[in-house]
């Protein structure tokens, strides 16, 4: 188990920015599947974005492609989650998650996760 720790979440209106981060504690993420997942009230809890531990090579669900960006930094200890142009409907919980080996957009397989930082987007 690798303890995560999210932050960056808020209030923020229609149209605005947040950038999310997700600190590995103690170590690096290595090489399995990074990802940013959010939970909205009452729903399931839905892949937003992933990066690959070994290329780099990035994966976006259809909601946020184009509106997010997500990428790490070069010590491998912290994974982000720029998020621009936020909409009502992107209000969540946003968890990040790592150690997938494949099945990248399939939390059940990554067996990290943080506790969550909230995102509340307002008209």
């Known amino acids: 188990q690798v303890p995560l720790v999210e932050s960056g979440g808020g209030l923020v209106q229609t149209g605005g920015s947040l950038r999310l981060s997700c600190v590995a504690s103690?170590?690096?993420?290595?090489?399995?599947?990074m990802g940013w997942f959010r939970q909205a009230p009452g729903k399931e809890r839905d892949f937003v974005a992933a990066?690959?531990?070994?290329?780099?090579?990035?994966m976006y669900s259809d909601s946020v492609k184009g509106r997010f960006t997500i990428f790490r930094d070069n010590a491998g200890t912290t994974l982000y989650l720029q998020m621009n142009n936020l909409k009502v409907e992107d209000t969540a919980m946003y968890y990040c998650?790592?150690?997938?080996?494949?099945?990248?957009?399939?939390?059940?397989?990554?067996?990290?996760w943080g506790q969550g930082t909230q995102v509340t987007v307002s008209p």
């Open positions: 998650a790592f150690g997938s080996p494949y099945a990248y957009s399939v939390p059940q397989y990554y067996p990290n």
């Open positions: 990066i690959g531990g070994m290329d780099g090579s990035t």
């Open positions: 103690g170590r690096t993420f290595g090489n399995g599947f």
